[in-house]
């Protein structure tokens, strides 16, 4: 749906790109990332040498998004604007539309609709590249607020498929993170029509499906450990008779491939090709650009680093899977920003599989040093040229020049 005459509804912005590029390039732009993008993306200062990945960084989706938050600042000047959760995992991009004034809802709604308590129809209200819940939604379009809706086109295609799931009586496992803004709002479009779901997060809740299909675990054991991974009503031999696969768009696709295949080769054995045929559907629906990013992680690896940095933030699902694909080859750290570069040399990071930063001392090595670089979907620009310099100010190297 796009904006009509006397619409409430805006899903292509503004036309005011030309108005805002000034503030958006001086926000997000780098005069060295943009001259190493346009070379061989390698630059080398005294003893340090940075390898740029082929990909990575601001995909179309964020930049769109963004783009919309700040034409809607300009288009609405005095009206009060609110963003349901953040617009994209970054922590800087999501406080820069703070400073522009936008209040940032949390995306929980309760049962008296908490975030939504204060809002009326002469409020703004921005969706984020996530998409929201159908509830939200409704309640939104309930209350006439004006709606500008940044929901990435990649996550509108899983939402066609898992609608199409539930039309035809297929339950959609969603391989992802129950929690994540995108898998809920996903999850709830599940829901058409008497639709149902289940959420896997990895290989190892697959096999755990798996285990309940093979009648070696209970439908009660099943629903205890997806207690909140699951539609409301769950019933596992009723609900798991068909199965449509989908993915929360930023995911490893390796493993999400993996556990449809996982899934497949089961049905094939415990209930056979026909089942297949007839009660088994899986489509890649992981994006592009997260997929591009993995491709060129898998490249910068081959051509030999000693270390990977990957930015972007601690929350940000693409950016947590291009560090777990660098840790299998070499030595990596996952830093949100600039600021975890310290003036005194030490470093704070994510380390794999957990969700606190940790600070570390002695992470940078002495003598002859290739660094592989690259970040999420959601990462700016400016935000990498910065890491950057503050990687060759710890080394006591020199600024490059820039032509």
């Given at each position: 749906?796009?904006?009509?005459?006397?619409?409430?509804?805006?899903?292509?912005?503004?036309?005011?790109?030309?108005?805002?590029?000034?503030?958006?390039?001086?926000?997000?732009?780098?005069?060295?990332?943009?001259?190493?993008?346009?070379?061989?993306?390698?630059?080398?200062?005294?003893?340090?040498?940075?390898?740029?990945?082929?990909?990575?960084?601001?995909?179309?989706?964020?930049?769109?998004?963004?783009?919309?938050a700040y034409e809607t600042r300009k288009k609405f000047p005095d009206r009060r604007i609110f963003l349901v959760g953040e617009i994209i995992h970054n922590p800087g991009v999501n406080y820069r539309l703070e400073a522009m004034g936008v209040t940032i809802l949390?995306?929980?709604?309760?049962?008296?609709?908490?975030?939504?308590?204060?809002?009326?129809?002469?409020?703004?209200?921005?969706?984020?590249?996530?998409?929201v819940t159908t509830t939200w939604m409704a309640r939104l379009e309930e209350l006439g607020c004006v709606r500008v809706d940044t929901t990435c086109g990649s996550v509108l295609n899983v939402w066609k498929r898992v609608e199409r799931h539930a039309r035809d009586g297929y339950t959609s496992v969603i391989h992802g993170k129950?929690?994540?803004?995108?898998?809920?709002?996903?999850?709830?479009?599940?829901?058409?029509?008497?639709?149902?779901?289940?959420?896997?997060?990895?290989?190892?809740?697959?096999?755990l499906v798996i285990d309940h299909l093979a009648g070696r675990m209970s439908a009660a054991d099943l629903l205890e450990r997806f207690a909140f991974a699951v539609s409301p009503g769950f019933e596992p031999e009723r609900d798991l008779a068909a199965i449509g696969l989908a993915n929360q768009t930023t995911m490893l696709s390796s493993e999400s491939l993996a556990i449809a295949e996982r899934l497949?080769?089961?049905?094939?054995?415990?209930?056979?090709?026909?089942?297949?045929e007839q009660r088994f559907r899986a489509f890649d629906t992981i994006c592009s650009a997260t997929q591009d990013r993995q491709d060129a992680v898998v490249e910068l690896l081959a051509g030999?680093?000693?270390?990977?940095?990957?930015?972007?933030?601690?929350?940000?699902?693409?950016?947590?899977?291009?560090?777990?694909?660098?840790?299998?080859?070499?030595?990596?750290?996952?830093?949100?920003?600039?600021?975890?570069?310290?003036?005194?040399?030490?470093?704070?990071?994510?380390?794999?599989?957990?969700?606190t930063p940790v600070v570390a001392?002695?992470?940078?090595?002495?003598?002859?040093?290739?660094?592989?670089?690259?970040?999420?979907?959601?990462?700016?620009?400016?935000?990498?040229?910065?890491?950057?310099?503050?990687?060759?100010?710890?080394?006591g190297l020199p600024a490059p020049t820039l032509s």
């Open positions: 749906m796009t904006a009509t005459s006397g619409s409430t509804y805006f899903r292509k912005g503004f036309g005011l790109k030309n108005e805002i590029q000034g503030e958006l390039s001086a926000d997000y732009d780098s005069e060295l990332v943009a001259q190493l993008k346009a070379g061989d993306r390698t630059l080398k200062v005294g003893d340090l040498e940075i390898r740029l990945a082929h990909e990575f960084g601001f995909c179309y989706g964020v930049d769109r998004a963004i783009d919309y949390s995306p929980d709604l309760a049962e008296d609709d908490g975030p939504l308590a204060d809002l009326t129809s002469e409020d703004v209200v921005l969706i984020p590249a996530f998409g129950h929690e994540h803004e995108e898998t809920r709002a996903t999850a709830s479009r599940a829901l058409a029509e008497g639709g149902h779901y289940l959420v896997v997060r990895n290989m190892d809740e697959t096999d497949r080769q089961a049905v094939l054995e415990l209930r056979g090709q026909e089942a297949v030999g680093v000693d270390l990977a940095l990957v930015i972007g933030g601690y929350n940000s699902s693409n950016t947590c899977n291009l560090a777990r694909m660098c840790r299998e080859s070499v030595p990596t750290y996952h830093l949100a920003s600039r600021q975890c570069l310290r003036d005194d040399g030490s470093l704070e990071h994510l380390p794999a599989a957990t969700k001392e002695s992470w940078l090595p002495d003598g002859q040093l290739v660094i592989g670089l690259t970040a999420g979907a959601s990462t700016p620009d400016s935000e990498i040229g910065a890491v950057i310099q503050a990687l060759l100010q710890l080394r």
